[in-house]
């Protein structure tokens, strides 16, 4: 099924990143769908502010991954950000190591991640971007979903 938040504007977007980090655990490998211009990056720009990253959060184009250290009460020391759009083969994924990355104190946050999906050998939690129209989103976040994370996700769905 799902949870689902609908996003209006791309402030809302943003926000809804924001308060997702509460569902967020150190560990946690997050995989975000959505056709170009979903408002997956903003996301990532929400999340991020929320963790107490203090760089700016752009796309990671052309190093596929970027590490951002992050400050908040959670343990969570390194926001990894990837954009596997580019990649051609899961090889180029694999060797990202992206599940070696954030053990212990990372989280990270994939764009794209439908593609890298298949060689997580983990639980992952995805988000789903479906684009509504020219403004609205509609997010959907499923996955690894025990009974503390589904109130938290109660609590981020509207
Ligand atoms: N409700 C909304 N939420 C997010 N972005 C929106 C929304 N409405 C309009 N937009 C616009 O859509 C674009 C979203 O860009 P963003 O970089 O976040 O997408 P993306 O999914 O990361 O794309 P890409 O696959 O190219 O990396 C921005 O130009 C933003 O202004
Ligand atoms: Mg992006």
Known sequence: MGYQRLCLTHHDT??????FAAVLRRGDVVLLSGRLGA???TFVQGVARA????ERV???TFTMVRPHAAHNDLGIVTVHHADVYRVTTLGEILDLD???LVEEHGVAL?????LAASIFGREVLTVLFGVDDDDQRSLVVDGDIDDARARALEAWAS
């Open 14 to 19: 943003d926000v809804a990143g924001f308060d």
């Open 58 to 60: 752009t796309s990671p």
């Open 110 to 114: 994939i764009e794209w991640g439908e």
């Open 39 to 41: 408002g997956k990056t």
């Open 51 to 54: 963790l107490g990253v203090a």
């Open 98 to 100: 992206l599940g070696e």
